[in-house]
T-cell receptor
Framework: AAGVIQSPRHLIKEKRETATLKCYPIPRHDTVYWYQQGPGQDPQFLISFYEKMQSDKGSIPDRFSAQQFSDYHSELNMSSLELGDSALYFCASSLAGLYEQYFGPGTRLTVT | AQTVTQSQPEMSVQEAETVTLSCTYDTSENNYYLFWYKQPPSRQMILVIR??????QNATENRFSVNFQKAAKSFSLKISDSQLGDTAMYFC????????????FGTGTRLKVLA
């Protein structure tokens, strides 16, 4: 069965640079969630989209923005990167009305 | 606001033994979902088991079962016949149904299965 795809899997950036993370949900899933997991921490909700509209927002810095496109894939744009942005970024998808989220493998972002 | 608490940062268990991981949560909602996720060294988030709050019966999945106590807001995970491959970080997660369906995770329990 198709799973959630995230790209790239690993990304190394310098401080003040910009990064774009991509998420391709499971086919027919219309809802995407982004989570950030810092070293030794639990995943923290950043933002979610349903049918290309933002549905909820968590502790996402103003330097970050995201959107969901017409094909339901989503991109998380991160600007003015800081050392503290180094983390594992998960994307998860679900079908509206169903409670279970399916997680992608994550993108490991390292800011040097 | 909902919170999820895992009070055991680390646990260990001998292979083939049984271990129970604790999770408590706080919510004012009546209908919600609870999950246990496993995160091995690969960092992939793997669903272990889920429980719907309106269901009285505790969920079971092979060697994994839960003890769901709604009144006490407790949701523990029991792993029977522990295997070396069970070594991982385990996260308890809550999902409410009154707003959007984001997950709220606990801080995790690192489980080590000893040979």
């Amino acid at each position: 069965a198709a799973g959630v795809i995230q790209s790239p899997r690993h990304l190394i950036k310098e401080k003040r640079e910009t990064a774009t993370l991509k998420c391709y949900p499971i086919p027919r899933h219309d809802t995407v969630y982004w989570y950030q997991q810092g070293p030794g921490q639990d995943p923290q909700f950043l933002i979610s989209f349903y049918e290309k509209m933002q549905s909820d927002k968590g502790s996402i810095p103003d330097r970050f923005s995201a959107q969901q496109f017409s094909d339901y894939h989503s991109e998380l744009n991160m600007s003015s990167l800081e050392l503290g942005d180094s983390a594992l970024y998960f994307c998860a998808s679900s079908l509206a009305g169903l409670y279970e989220q399916y997680f992608g493998p994550g993108t490991r972002l390292t800011v040097t | 606001a909902q919170t999820v608490t895992q009070s055991q940062p680390e646990m260990s268990v001998q292979e083939a033994e049984t271990v129970t991981l604790s999770c408590t949560y706080d919510t004012s909602e009546n209908n919600y979902y609870l999950f246990w996720y496993k995160q091995p060294p690969s960092r992939q988030m793997i669903l272990v088991i889920r429980q719907e709050a309106y269901k009285q019966q505790n969920a079971t999945e092979n060697r994994f079962s839960v003890n769901f106590q709604k009144a006490a807001k407790s949701f523990s995970l029991k792993i029977s016949d522990s295997q070396l491959g069970d070594t991982a970080m385990y996260f308890c997660a809550f999902m409410g149904t009154s707003g959007t369906y984001k997950y709220i995770f606990g801080t995790g329990t690192r489980l080590k299965v000893l040979a």
